[in-house]
């Protein structure tokens, strides 16, 4: 019989429970990393095109908190992250596998083409998910259920804002400032076009909107690079987390022809000058393995190596 209360994804006014949840989890696990913080819940639920998340979100509860979340991202990749006080973390995690592992088992196998290149190399029959190197109880857990690690994984950096942040030239006539109403358009053309190289992107208008209108959502912390012509050429959204100091950038990205230019580095920059002025002591990012020009970016830009988070496979 499960041990907590569960029960999928209500809509809206689920949306604060799901912030409260990664705050806490950064709080509990804190200076330790955790997967997911509030940029993470706001990016990928409200950030996403064609997402069901009636469907594919679930949370568990203990004495009415949510101590338990599972993102299932159709066809094969699920995402979880489980409260540090939660006393029997086995048993939390088996619920949530079992769940994912049964929302697996209900889709077909998906046809070439309906997996994101950014999990292809999986494999088209399992089931992925990741797991923090540092996380043993959970690495053992996996490998107990079957699940087997892969040679892929996502890398995470952090950044103290305690020493003074640099101030790169601008090319000239370019300009740093934050989106507007007046740059929806363009600001989700610029997402669109970044995110291109690694394959179409669905990125719309009414996406963009829906994720400005987010509550924990900061349009100054919306940067944007400008050229001299208008052409917004990069950008980079920052997060903040007044409850526990920590800042967090999700996404970011460069136009395809601006790149190899310094342009954003430059953005981030700003992006960390405006988290330190909001009283942010930390700053955070993480990108996959297979992104050379982030992992080559990051560390350019102040970012110091925080832990790296293993995929592992489950054949279904």
Same mark, same amino acid.
């Given at each position: 019989? %499960? @041990?907590?209360?569960?029960? %999928?994804?209500?809509?809206e006014s689920d949306l604060a429970l799901l912030i409260d949840f990664a705050r806490n989890c950064t709080a509990e696990r804190w200076p330790r990393r955790t997967p997911w913080h509030v940029g993470d819940v706001a990016w990928q639920l409200l950030g996403s095109t064609g997402f069901d998340p009636f469907a594919n979100i679930r949370l568990w509860f203990d004495g009415g908190s949510v101590v338990g979340l599972g993102w299932f991202e159709p066809p094969l990749n699920v995402v979880f992250e489980i409260r540090? +006080? +939660?006393?029997? !973390?086995?048993?939390l995690t088996n619920e949530i596998l079992d769940?994912? #592992?049964?929302?697996r088992r #209900? &889709?077909? @196998?998906p046809a070439p083409g309906e997996i994101a290149r950014a999990y292809a190399m999986l494999g088209d029959d399992t089931l992925a998910?990741?797991? &923090?190197?540092?996380?043993? !109880? @959970?690495l053992a857990l996996l490998e107990r259920r079957g699940y087997v690690r892969g040679d892929r994984d996502n890398v995470h950096f952090r950044q103290s &804002?305690?020493? %003074?942040?640099? #101030?790169?030239p601008l090319e000239p006539g370019m300009r740093l400032r934050h989106a507007t109403d007046a740059d929806i358009e363009a600001r989700a053309e610029l997402h669109r076009a970044a995110w291109s190289v690694w394959g179409p992107s669905t990125f719309s208008v009414e996406t963009y909107r829906r994720l400005r209108a987010c509550p924990v959502y900061d349009e100054e912390l919306d940067v944007i690079l400008e050229a001299a012509d208008g052409t917004l050429v990069a950008y980079c959204i920052c997060w903040k987390d007044p409850a526990n100091g920590v800042g967090s950038f999700e996404p970011v990205g460069t136009r395809p022809g601006y790149t190899r230019r310094g342009l954003m580095q430059a953005t981030m920059f700003e992006g960390l000058r405006r988290l330190k002025a909001r009283g942010m002591h930390t700053a955070l990012v993480g990108t996959a393995s297979v992104n050379e020009s982030a992992l080559a970016l990051y560390p350019r830009s102040g970012f110091q190596p925080d832990g790296r988070e293993w995929y592992f496979t489950k054949r279904m």
């Open positions: 019989m %499960p @041990r907590f209360e569960t029960r %999928p994804y209500a809509g540090p +006080v +939660v006393s029997d !973390q086995d048993a769940w994912a #592992e049964e929302r #209900e &889709l077909a @196998r998910t990741t797991a &923090l190197e540092s996380d043993h !109880q @959970r &804002l305690a020493g %003074p942040i640099p #101030e790169p």
